[in-house]
């Protein structure tokens, strides 16, 4: 496996953090985003972390997707706890040897030793204050998947919790606590900074830079180092690949590592060409994969879908206007409550269609989703037919056979 190091972001964005740059206010909260599998987690613990610690600051990592059962404000507090152990190590051992039931660090804050390791939300400020006091250093927290805090009211507290972590630890000219916050999907880290009650209202989200010309160039470089039979590497090919890949680097790296073993079999063609195919082939694996799982739903499921996918941030399930849409696609009643259990059985899937947030916000869970069906709906290949004819098999709801997916 090789890693390619994008020093140079992670570089900018701690000077952004650190609120050295004119314009900008990463120093209120960095929030990146970029489509899965694009690098994003790769990037944050392997090139911004050490970036930040080389820059003097204690930082904490979670991913709130390691565990999505767990409440996101005890995924983010264990973390708080792992960075801040070994600077209490000592300290509460000594306590707790010495019978005290609280230390005070830095002379000044006072920590329950009972409680470190074990800290809820509402502790979430006093515990960023003792990690930022016992190391005296500046904090930085990177919270991977960040949107995913949004989908429960504990993980909605936590992101609050943090907010005014910020504001009781930042000052101008001194920034003590840096958050960075990363998601998949932009959209749905939207909801994290733009409604007025929004944790972190009035904050932008980035766009996370995807992997390209650099990274083409340092694997086409290794290439020619290991194999310069194969010199000059089409780097330009590569790279078009590579956006073909959707600049996932894990796809490319397996289709480049098969083109180029010597069981490839390839037989007068550059492996530069095989590359590419596979790249295309890949796009129209993921797109049969999309519409296999489209089809095998339920007709008023495949209709809320639709509805969700056309809208977007605009969805609303239950209005009147919805509730017309869906009865157009299914034959039969269709009430809230159908439609309810239609959206909930979307999020159960495995993986789920549907994401919802604590305030009732509902999404498609994988943004891929919305680049197919616009790309089916501009070519006029909306809905997905499924060749076979609707399947004969509906639930107890009695749904009926569907005749526009029959024509
Ligand atoms: N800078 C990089 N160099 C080489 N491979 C990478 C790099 N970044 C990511 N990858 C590969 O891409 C895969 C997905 O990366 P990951 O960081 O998990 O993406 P994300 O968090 O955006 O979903 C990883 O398994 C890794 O192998
Ligand atoms: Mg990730």
């Given amino acids: 496996m090789i890693h390619f190091s994008r020093q140079s972001l992670a570089q900018e964005l701690v000077a952004a953090l650190k609120g050295q740059t004119v314009f900008g206010d990463a120093h209120n909260g960095l929030f990146l985003a970029a489509p899965r599998r694009t690098g994003k987690s790769t990037f944050l613990q392997a090139d911004l972390k050490p970036a930040l610690e080389a820059a003097g600051a204690v930082v904490a990592y979670v991913d709130l997707w390691a565990d999505p059962r767990r409440d996101p404000g005890a995924l983010i507090a264990d973390a708080i706890a792992r960075a801040l152990a070994p600077r209490l190590g000592v300290v509460s051992r000594a306590a707790k ?15 329950d030793v009972s409680k470190i390791g074990r800290m809820d ?24 998947e960040a949107q995913h805090a949004l989908t429960s009211e504990a993980g909605e507290a936590t992101m609050s919790a943090l907010k005014s972590a910020r504001d009781q630890l930042n000052r101008p000219g001194e920034v003590n606590l840096m958050l960075v916050m990363s998601g998949s999907d932009r959209d749905k880290l939207l909801r994290l900074v733009n409604t007025n009650g929004a944790p972190f209202y009035g904050s932008q989200i980035s766009r996370m830079p995807s992997l390209g010309r650099d990274f083409i160039d340092h694997v086409s470089r290794l290439i020619t180092a290991q194999r310069p039979d194969l010199a000059p ?14 600049h996932r680097p894990q796809f490319f790296m397996e289709a480049l590592g098969q083109a180029l073993s010597p069981l490839s079999g390839l037989q007068g063609v550059r492996f530069e060409q095989a590359v590419l ?6 796009q129209d694996a993921d797109e049969a994969q999309m519409e296999s799982e489209y089809l095998a739903l339920r007709p008023l499921e495949q209709a809320v879908l639709w509805r969700l996918l056309a809208q977007g941030s605009r969805f609303r399930p239950y209005d009147g206007e919805a509730l017309r849409f869906y009865r157009d ?78 024509a």
Wanted: no cysteine.
């Fill in 121 to 144: 939300g509402v502790t979430l400020p006093d515990a960023l204050r003792a990690l930022h006091e016992a190391a005296r250093a500046p904090v930085a927290l990177i919270v991977d």
């Fill in 233 to 246: 590497v089409d780097a330009a090919l590569l790279l078009q690949a590579f956006d073909s890949f959707g």
């Fill in 329 to 406: 696609q299914v034959t039969g009643r269709v009430t809230p409550q159908m439609v309810q259990r239609a959206l909930e059985s979307l999020r159960e899937r495995n993986p789920a269609l549907v994401w919802k947030s604590a305030r009732g916000e509902y999404a498609v869970d994988d943004a891929a989703m919305h680049r197919w069906y616009e790309q089916r709906a501009r070519e006029e290949r909306w809905p997905p037919v499924d060749p076979q004819g609707p399947l004969a098999m509906y639930d107890d709801e009695a749904t009926a056979p569907d005749d526009k997916n029959a």
């Fill in 97 to 111: 040897a010495a019978g005290l039931d609280s230390v005070t660090i830095a002379g000044a804050l006072k920590i």
């Fill in 277 to 282: 195919q596979a790249a295309k082939e890949r």
